[in-house]
């Protein structure tokens, strides 16, 4: 398992679930339903306080994991042999930016 802190464009439903991502230059869907989660992170070391009711976002963060495909594999054109991918991925609540934290998978996609 790799762990990095990297940029990921998410797209989202309605709900706000992941429902694709581009990463590495390459667009994937997700292919089975995410789970969501939330852990501590340790704000003290980075904020000098932490504001009365400030929780989530502070406190708190997000976490998806997500099992992706490349896109053309989703819509049928792919080897049927290709493995999804597991990824977790964060949510920055005040700035709705995304970051990859962790590769579940052995192989990482090649960048274009």
């Known amino acids: 398992m790799g762990m990095?802190?990297?940029?990921?464009?998410?797209a989202c439903?309605?709900?706000g679930q992941p429902i694709s991502l581009q990463w590495?230059?390459?667009?994937?869907s997700v292919c089975a339903e995410p789970v969501r989660w939330y852990e501590r992170r340790q704000w003290w070391a980075e904020e000098s306080r932490a504001p009365l009711g400030t929780?989530?976002?502070?406190?708190?963060h997000e976490i998806w994991r997500v099992q992706v495909l490349p896109s053309a594999a989703c819509s049928g054109a792919f080897n049927d042999q290709e493995?999804?991918?597991?990824?977790?991925?964060t949510r920055h609540v005040r700035s709705g930016r995304w970051r990859l934290l962790?590769?579940?998978d052995a192989l990482r996609p090649r960048t274009a």
Do not use: Q
């Open 13 to 15: 439903n309605p709900e």
């Open 24 to 28: 590495a230059g390459r667009p994937y």
């Open 102 to 104: 962790r590769i579940h």
């Open 55 to 60: 929780g989530p976002g502070l406190v708190d």
């Open 4 to 10: 990095f802190s990297e940029s990921v464009d998410v």
């Open 83 to 89: 493995e999804p991918l597991t990824l977790d991925l």
